[in-house]
């Protein structure tokens, strides 16, 4: 079976890091992802990990660890349009959907 | 990257109905696939459809209810039959990138009310 586990919700402050974590028990495994989603808007593609380690691309970073199912998004120096939903996804054929994480971004 | 257009961007539809949604990519995909998200969830993979053959169905989705057609490389439709409250979600296509074969884009969404 597929189980992807995130956080429900988290809060930040602007100006901060965050770390979102996504734990994954999947059949099969080709790769992470992790996309970003604003409230009414289609998601859109932040980062993709397949190999174990950091991705960094600007102020999000993304983490890979194949043998604990373990990845997280960190995201720095928060600003108010990073309020959101963070979805990790692992691929199969298509892509198998983590629970999402929603944050708020306070000022 | 690729564009995706859905027709219509949103819906309200009459329990026990039918309705067809339209997804078109500017550029010829061989994977496309269509999700479902339901009010304050993620999304849930519903089908892929690749050109020439049939679709795959995720568990829990069957072809009765969510019948897909894909003609070309650019087009698919996939339809929501005899549809009850429980159906209202928003619907997305989605593609695997030409160029980089991990990269997925989604197409806006088409929001469906059932009453």
């Known amino acids: 079976g597929q189980n992807i586990d995130q956080p429900t919700e988290m809060t930040a402050t602007e100006g901060a890091i965050v770390q979102i974590n996504c734990t994954y028990q999947t059949s099969g495994f080709n790769g992470l992802f992790w996309y970003q989603q604003h409230a009414g808007e289609a998601p859109t593609f932040l980062s993709y990990n397949v190999l174990d380690g950091l991705e960094e691309k600007g102020r999000f970073s993304s983490f890979l660890s194949r043998s604990k199912g373990y990845s997280y998004l960190l995201l720095k120096e928060l600003q108010m349009k990073d309020s959101a939903s963070y979805l990790c996804a692992v691929l199969g054929p298509g892509l198998i959907f983590g629970t999402g994480t929603r944050l708020q971004v306070f000022p | 990257s690729a564009v995706i257009s859905q027709k219509p961007s949103r819906d309200i539809c009459q329990r026990g109905t039918s309705l067809t949604i339209q997804c078109q990519v500017d550029s010829q995909v061989t994977m496309m696939f269509w999700y479902r998200q339901q009010p304050g969830q993620s999304l849930t993979l519903i089908a892929t459809?690749?050109?020439?053959?049939?679709?795959?169905?995720e568990s829990g989705f069957v072809i009765d209810k969510f019948p897909i057609s894909r003609p070309n490389l650019t087009f698919s439709t996939l339809t929501v039959s005899n549809m009850s409250p429980e159906d209202s979600s928003i619907y997305l296509c989605?593609?695997?990138?030409?160029?980089?074969?991990?990269?997925?884009?989604f197409g806006p969404g088409t929001r469906l009310t059932v009453t």
């Open positions: 989605s593609v695997r990138s030409p160029s980089a074969s991990y990269e997925q884009y």
């Open positions: 459809a690749n050109q020439g053959s049939e679709a795959t169905y």
